[in-house]
């Protein structure tokens, strides 16, 4: 797999901001186990388990890696790009003590991913002589302002998964099964420029007002309405995510009216994003279209999601979320409508806010595209 990274300036100040944030917060720092915050702060996906592998933070002082001797080399890129200090141990060695000594002690509570197993939470918290708190208040804004050269790619991963949509149309054939479909959009999606893929989902007909089907030994059929949501990783490590919906045939014209509503509604939460708007905001705009309509209880789920380094993160699109948008974030604009048994609907792109508004990444039509038979 491609190891691409960003420049070591851009690890370099999201490490400064970080521990600023650290001390605003209060805390004494911060311990990042592998992760997507990990990730985030230094560029290494590393993996590790039962051993403890942690970046340490302090709020004032100089970032340190405690590694497992066996591991350190997965760590040596970063940690020569960046001038991390690296302090190794081995089997038999207690590696929270290590952690605690980089901290550099002190009463002050100390932040914790919040993917850090209960395995190394517990010990750590021993040797701590207190409960670490989630690091997510402190890095939550870090991860959903996006710079520069993370929009880059996101607009990247964006013209992929368009061309893979482009191919979809032809892959839509009566009597190939979603399984089928799939296994060829996933050859498409690392064909069309991704490192590898996140997820296929290829729901038709009654399959398609289940949102999180993947896809089965279906057959497809003429008349089915087709939902397919896919998304895969673009080096390094940020997401697409886009779906659109296809119709195998003519759609009735019940169909095509639903449809005609749902469009409206994505297009009003796009218009509906800009700085200082609540994500609640927009997510009302999507609902009141369709609730107008009398589709309001078709549509089951949030209308967005933030994406970056993980398909799935803030800032989430969602009624009572009170976080004010600012140019930067990225996020998914994707409401749906779903009739169990029947069909489904939904219409996703990735936005980025800008300073008046907000820019797509996506950019494949959003009508219902027939597939002729």
């Known amino acids: 797999m491609n190891s691409r990274r960003f420049d070591s300036e851009v690890y370099a100040r999201r490490l400064a901001a970080a521990a600023a944030r650290t001390a605003g917060a209060g805390l ?3 311990v990042i186990t592998p992760g997507y915050d990990l990730r985030y702060l230094i560029g290494s996906r590393a993996e590790t388990f039962e051993r403890l592998t942690a970046l340490v933070l302090p709020a004032s002082g100089e970032p340190t890696l405690v590694v497992p001797r066996l591991e350190q080399a997965s760590f040596t890129e970063s940690a020569d790009a960046l001038g991390l200090g690296v302090r190794t141990w081995v089997d038999g060695d207690d590696p929270y003590r290590l952690v ?15 993917s850090m197993p209960a395995l190394h939470l517990l010990p750590l918290a021993a040797a701590l002589d207190m409960l670490p708190v989630l690091a997510t208040d402190v890095l939550r804004e870090l991860r959903m302002i996006k710079e520069e050269a993370e929009i880059d790619v996101l607009h990247e991963a ?30 498409a999606i690392v064909a069309e420029g991704h490192s590898e893929v ?6 038709s007909g009654p399959h398609g ?17 087709v939902v397919v949501d896919i998304g895969g990783t673009v080096e390094p490590g940020y997401h697409s995510d886009c779906t659109r ?41 999507a609902r009141c279209v ?41 996020f ?14 939904r219409i996703e792109d990735i936005v980025v806010v800008t300073g008046d508004g907000a820019l797509s990444v996506n950019h494949r039509p959003h009508e219902l595209t027939v597939v002729p038979v």
């Not at 839509?172 to 060829?184: I, N």
């Not at 007002?209 to 279906?218: G, T």
């Open 28 to 30: 004494a720092g911060l």
């Open 332 to 345: 998914s604009i994707e409401p749906g409508i779903y009739f169990p048994g029947r069909w489904g609907a």
């Open 245 to 285: 919906t296809y119709s195998i045939g003519e759609p009735d014209l019940v169909v095509a009216q639903h449809y005609s509503v749902l469009q409206r509604a994505q297009r009003a939460a796009f218009e509906a994003v800009r700085p200082g708007v609540t994500a609640a905001q927009v997510d009302a705009a």
């Open 158 to 187: 964006g013209a992929a998964i368009d061309r893979v949509h482009a191919r979809v149309p032809e892959l839509l054939v009566p009597g190939r099964t979603e399984a089928d479909v799939a296994a060829d959009i996933a050859e």
């Open 100 to 114: 605690s000594a980089a901290l550099g002690g002190g009463p002050a509570p100390t932040g914790v991913s919040d």
């Open 209 to 225: 007002a289940d949102p999180h089907h993947r896809f089965s030994d279906r057959a497809l059929q003429a008349g089915d309405i």
């Open 290 to 330: 369709l609730a107008e309509a009398g589709l309001a209880d078709y549509f089951v789920h949030r209308t967005g999601h933030g994406i970056g380094l993980c398909v799935h993160e803030e800032p989430y699109i969602v009624a009572g979320n009170d976080v004010a948008l600012a140019a930067g974030m990225a």
């Open 198 to 203: 996140a997820f296929v989902i290829v729901g």
